[in-house]
């Protein structure tokens, strides 16, 4: 069992580099990230390879 999931609200400047920095430590983790309000930000997280 355990989190197989968790979400990265994209409120700061930074919140895009931790979405990233959990991807790369956690490969298994399912990493969300909420709070995408424009296509400019959709754009930097599939650039960033963010599911």
Do not use: F, Y
């Amino acid at each position: 069992m355990g989190i197989h999931l968790v979400e990265v609200v994209l409120r700061t400047e930074t919140s895009l580099d931790a979405n990233v920095a959990i991807n790369a430590e956690l490969p298994d983790l399912i990493v969300g990230a909420g709070t995408v309000i424009n296509q400019d930000i959709l754009s930097k997280l599939k650039s960033a390879s963010c599911r």
